[in-house]
């Protein structure tokens, strides 16, 4: 079994609006996955640095950032990034180009982790419905036109507040959503704008969200978590 993960860290700026990359660290150790997508990971502008040093990344965690960043000082692209035990061995990685008025990617990665194969697809979708199941579109053909099928996971922040409509229903139609729960606002849950969706080949042994202390304040999204095994 495997331990995915999905966080929109808000570039480590807490809901007490202080940024602190060692506090979000914490968390991350909290839910303690085998794989985590994040979402804005990096600076907005500039040299579009990551928020988390990677010395910190190094020394302080078991997990390493899968190489896709476009920028030497980046973590991640376009704010998104896979983190990976270090044991894990990355088969293949992709930057995923999609349609937007403003700049968006999504990010994949093939992964072996223990005897385990697995491809994990990380997201950040626009607020706008249109856009959304534009992008929505773009990430499921690139898994369909992928040269290998494995067993997949899409997760992070889709920004979507219906229930079943929209990229939902994209993404629904051949993929399966952990039952995780609302993650936004953090100190008020109420919308489940971030989700963990898996293909036919796994099947959704337990998921939650990370409600704690330490994730109450560390970002305005709560991270979202799901436990996976072969179908």
């Given at each position: 079994?495997?331990?995915?993960?999905?966080?929109?860290?808000r570039k480590a700026l807490g809901t007490d609006?202080?940024?602190?990359?060692e506090r979000t660290l914490e968390v991350l150790?909290?839910?303690?996955?085998?794989?985590?997508?994040?979402?804005?990971?990096?600076?907005?502008?500039?040299?579009?640095?990551?928020?988390?040093?990677?010395?910190?990344?190094?020394?302080?965690?078991?997990?390493?950032?899968?190489?896709?960043?476009?920028?030497?000082?980046?973590?991640?692209?376009?704010?998104?990034?896979?983190?990976?035990?270090?044991?894990?061995?990355?088969?293949?990685?992709?930057?995923?180009?999609?349609?937007?008025?403003?700049?968006?990617?999504?990010?994949?990665?093939?992964?072996?982790?223990?005897?385990?194969?697995?491809?994990?697809?990380g997201m950040h979708l626009d607020l706008s419905?249109?856009?959304?199941?534009?992008?929505?579109?773009?990430?499921?053909?690139?898994?369909?036109?992928?040269?290998?099928?494995?067993?997949?996971?899409?997760?992070?922040?889709?920004?979507?507040?219906?229930?079943?409509?929209?990229?939902?229903?994209?993404?629904?139609?051949?993929?399966?959503?952990?039952?995780?729960?609302?993650?936004?606002?953090?100190?008020?849950?109420?919308?489940?704008?971030?989700?963990?969706?898996?293909?036919?080949?796994?099947?959704?042994?337990?998921?939650?969200?990370?409600?704690?202390?330490?994730?109450?304040?560390?970002?305005?999204?709560?991270?979202?978590?799901?436990?996976?095994?072969?179908?």
């Amino acid at each position: 079994m495997i331990k995915i993960a999905s966080y929109n860290m808000r570039k480590a700026l807490g809901t007490d609006r202080r940024r602190r990359p060692e506090r979000t660290l914490e968390v991350l150790r909290e839910i303690d996955a085998d794989v985590i997508a994040l979402q804005e990971c990096d600076r907005r502008f500039g040299q579009r640095m990551g928020v988390i040093p990677e010395h910190m990344l190094e020394e302080h965690t078991d997990w390493r950032a899968v190489p896709l960043a476009a920028r030497a000082q980046s973590m991640g692209w376009h704010g998104n990034a896979l983190l990976i035990r270090k044991s894990a061995q990355v088969l293949d990685c992709e930057r995923i180009e999609l349609p937007a008025l403003e700049p968006r990617g999504a990010v994949s990665a093939d992964l072996r982790i223990g005897g385990m194969l697995l491809r994990a697809v990380g997201m950040h979708l626009d607020l706008s419905g249109l856009w959304r199941r534009k992008q929505a579109a773009a990430i499921l053909s690139h898994c369909d036109s992928a040269a290998r099928a494995m067993p997949t996971v899409l997760m992070g922040d889709l920004n979507e507040w219906s229930a079943a409509s929209g990229c939902l229903r994209d993404f629904a139609r051949h993929h399966r959503f952990a039952a995780t729960g609302p993650s936004f606002h953090a100190r008020r849950p109420v919308g489940k704008l971030d989700r963990i969706m898996a293909s036919p080949e796994l099947k959704i042994v337990d998921a939650g969200v990370h409600d704690t202390a330490a994730a109450r304040t560390a970002s305005d999204h709560l991270p979202i978590w799901a436990v996976v095994d072969r179908a």
